[in-house]
Protein backbone atom coordinates (compact mmCIF):
# COMPACT_ATOMS: atom_id res chain seq x y z
CA UNK A 1 0.00 0.00 0.00
CA UNK A 2 1.46 3.67 -1.50
CA UNK A 3 -0.19 6.49 0.94
CA UNK A 4 1.16 9.59 0.08
CA UNK A 5 -0.23 12.73 1.59
CA UNK A 6 -0.51 15.95 -0.62
CA UNK A 7 0.15 18.46 2.55
CA UNK A 8 -1.71 21.76 0.60
CA UNK A 9 -4.41 19.96 -0.75
CA UNK A 10 -5.06 18.17 2.69
CA UNK A 11 -5.11 21.35 4.09
CA UNK A 12 -7.56 23.06 2.11
CA UNK A 13 -9.68 19.85 1.96
CA UNK A 14 -9.57 20.13 5.99
CA UNK A 15 -10.40 23.62 5.74
CA UNK A 16 -13.55 22.78 3.69
CA UNK A 17 -14.44 20.10 6.37
CA UNK A 18 -14.42 22.76 8.90
CA UNK A 19 -16.02 25.53 6.81
CA UNK A 20 -19.37 22.79 5.88
CA UNK A 21 -19.85 21.55 9.17
CA UNK A 22 -20.21 25.44 10.72
CA UNK A 23 -22.16 26.14 8.00
CA UNK A 24 -24.52 23.54 8.64
CA UNK A 25 -24.12 24.01 12.26
CA UNK A 26 -25.53 27.51 12.10
CA UNK A 27 -28.19 27.70 9.47
CA UNK A 28 -29.83 24.92 11.95
CA UNK A 29 -29.22 26.98 14.75
CA UNK A 30 -30.70 30.18 12.60
CA UNK A 31 -34.14 27.92 11.45
CA UNK A 32 -36.85 29.10 13.03
CA UNK A 33 -35.91 30.67 16.11
CA UNK A 34 -38.51 32.77 17.65
CA UNK A 35 -36.01 34.99 19.97
CA UNK A 36 -33.07 35.40 18.18
CA UNK A 37 -32.22 38.83 18.30
CA UNK A 38 -29.49 39.05 15.90
CA UNK A 39 -26.28 37.39 14.18
CA UNK A 40 -22.95 38.05 13.33
CA UNK A 41 -19.99 37.20 10.70
CA UNK A 42 -16.63 37.89 11.36
CA UNK A 43 -13.20 36.30 11.52
CA UNK A 44 -13.63 34.21 14.26
CA UNK A 45 -16.43 32.84 12.77
CA UNK A 46 -20.47 33.06 13.73
CA UNK A 47 -22.45 34.39 16.82
CA UNK A 48 -25.84 34.23 17.11
CA UNK A 49 -27.55 36.00 20.33
CA UNK A 50 -31.13 34.62 21.00
CA UNK A 51 -32.98 35.34 24.57
CA UNK A 52 -33.16 32.33 25.56
CA UNK A 53 -31.24 28.85 25.81
CA UNK A 54 -32.21 26.59 23.43
CA UNK A 55 -33.86 23.72 23.87
CA UNK A 56 -31.71 19.80 24.03
CA UNK A 57 -33.48 18.51 20.71
CA UNK A 58 -32.21 22.02 19.13
CA UNK A 59 -28.31 21.69 20.04
CA UNK A 60 -28.97 17.90 18.87
CA UNK A 61 -30.24 18.95 15.55
CA UNK A 62 -27.43 21.19 15.28
CA UNK A 63 -24.78 18.58 16.13
CA UNK A 64 -26.16 15.93 14.13
CA UNK A 65 -26.66 17.96 11.17
CA UNK A 66 -23.49 19.61 11.04
CA UNK A 67 -22.00 15.79 12.01
CA UNK A 68 -23.80 14.54 8.88
CA UNK A 69 -22.52 17.66 6.08
CA UNK A 70 -19.30 16.69 7.56
CA UNK A 71 -19.39 13.18 6.79
CA UNK A 72 -20.87 13.88 3.35
CA UNK A 73 -17.96 16.51 2.33
CA UNK A 74 -15.13 14.30 4.18
CA UNK A 75 -15.96 10.72 2.15
CA UNK A 76 -16.73 12.84 -0.73
CA UNK A 77 -13.64 14.46 -0.53
CA UNK A 78 -11.45 11.45 0.56
CA UNK A 79 -12.98 8.53 -1.28
CA UNK A 80 -15.07 10.13 -4.60
CA UNK A 81 -12.82 13.00 -5.94
CA UNK A 82 -10.44 12.09 -7.85
CA UNK A 83 -7.35 13.10 -7.52
CA UNK A 84 -7.71 12.66 -3.78
CA UNK A 85 -5.90 14.21 -1.21
CA UNK A 86 -4.37 11.12 0.06
CA UNK A 87 -4.15 8.69 -2.81
CA UNK A 88 -3.53 4.88 -1.58
CA UNK A 89 -6.34 5.15 0.98
CA UNK A 90 -7.52 1.47 1.60
CA UNK A 91 -11.19 1.65 0.40
CA UNK A 92 -12.39 -0.54 2.87
CA UNK A 93 -15.17 -0.25 5.34
CA UNK A 94 -13.32 -0.15 8.28
CA UNK A 95 -10.76 2.73 6.83
CA UNK A 96 -13.75 4.82 5.42
CA UNK A 97 -15.60 4.48 8.36
CA UNK A 98 -12.41 5.54 10.52
CA UNK A 99 -11.24 8.28 8.06
CA UNK A 100 -14.95 10.15 8.11
CA UNK A 101 -15.16 9.22 12.03
CA UNK A 102 -12.41 10.92 13.44
CA UNK A 103 -12.99 14.61 11.76
CA UNK A 104 -16.67 14.41 12.64
CA UNK A 105 -15.70 12.98 16.16
CA UNK A 106 -13.52 15.80 16.66
CA UNK A 107 -15.87 18.93 15.67
CA UNK A 108 -18.74 17.66 17.27
CA UNK A 109 -16.49 17.01 20.81
CA UNK A 110 -15.30 20.41 20.38
CA UNK A 111 -18.92 21.92 19.96
CA UNK A 112 -20.38 19.60 22.58
CA UNK A 113 -17.74 21.08 25.23
CA UNK A 114 -18.67 24.43 24.38
CA UNK A 115 -22.39 23.73 24.90
CA UNK A 116 -21.83 21.92 28.04
CA UNK A 117 -19.62 24.99 28.83
CA UNK A 118 -22.43 27.49 28.41
CA UNK A 119 -25.35 25.23 30.27
CA UNK A 120 -22.66 25.50 32.52
CA UNK A 121 -22.15 28.74 32.64
CA UNK A 122 -25.47 30.44 31.18
CA UNK A 123 -25.48 33.85 29.94
CA UNK A 124 -29.07 34.85 28.42
CA UNK A 125 -31.13 38.06 28.19
CA UNK A 126 -29.51 41.26 27.42
CA UNK A 127 -26.46 40.63 29.40
CA UNK A 128 -25.84 37.77 26.14
CA UNK A 129 -26.99 40.55 23.98
CA UNK A 130 -24.57 43.34 25.32
CA UNK A 131 -21.75 40.72 25.59
CA UNK A 132 -21.68 39.34 22.45
CA UNK A 133 -22.43 42.96 20.08
CA UNK A 134 -19.68 44.16 22.40
CA UNK A 135 -17.80 41.29 21.15
CA UNK A 136 -18.64 41.03 17.60
CA UNK A 137 -18.14 44.76 17.20
CA UNK A 138 -14.06 44.64 18.68
CA UNK A 139 -13.18 41.55 16.16
CA UNK A 140 -14.99 43.49 13.68
CA UNK A 141 -17.88 41.63 12.74
CA UNK A 142 -20.89 42.36 10.66
CA UNK A 143 -24.13 42.34 12.79
CA UNK A 144 -27.54 42.10 11.02
CA UNK A 145 -30.37 42.69 13.78
CA UNK A 146 -33.60 40.30 13.09
CA UNK A 147 -37.18 42.06 13.08
CA UNK A 148 -37.77 40.91 16.41
CA UNK A 149 -34.15 41.57 17.81
CA UNK A 150 -35.11 45.23 16.58
CA UNK A 151 -38.50 45.43 18.44
CA UNK A 152 -36.47 44.21 21.30
CA UNK A 153 -34.00 46.78 21.38
CA UNK A 154 -36.67 49.69 20.88
CA UNK A 155 -39.21 48.11 23.97
CA UNK A 156 -35.96 47.08 25.92
CA UNK A 157 -33.46 50.01 25.49
CA UNK A 158 -35.51 52.75 23.28
CA UNK A 159 -33.18 52.89 20.55
CA UNK A 160 -32.19 51.32 17.17
CA UNK A 161 -29.73 48.85 16.41
CA UNK A 162 -27.02 51.91 15.14
CA UNK A 163 -27.63 53.75 17.94
CA UNK A 164 -27.31 50.48 20.44
CA UNK A 165 -24.06 49.32 18.65
CA UNK A 166 -22.83 52.81 19.01
CA UNK A 167 -24.05 52.94 22.37
CA UNK A 168 -22.11 49.17 22.93
CA UNK A 169 -18.88 50.44 21.54
Known sequence: MDIRIHTIYLL???LLWI???HAAYWVIALARDSSLVCWSVGLLGV??????Q???????????GGALALA???????????????PGLDRSTSTRVLAIGIPVLVLSALHLAGIIRERRH????EA?????VQRGLATGARIYFTPAGRT??????????????????
Open 12 to 14: SVL
Open 19 to 21: LVY
Open 47 to 52: SIVSLR
Open 54 to 64: PTIWRLLAQLC
Open 72 to 86: CAAYTSLFLLVPPPI
Open 122 to 125: PLWG
Open 128 to 132: RVLSV
Open 152 to 169: FLRERFDVTPAEFMRMVR
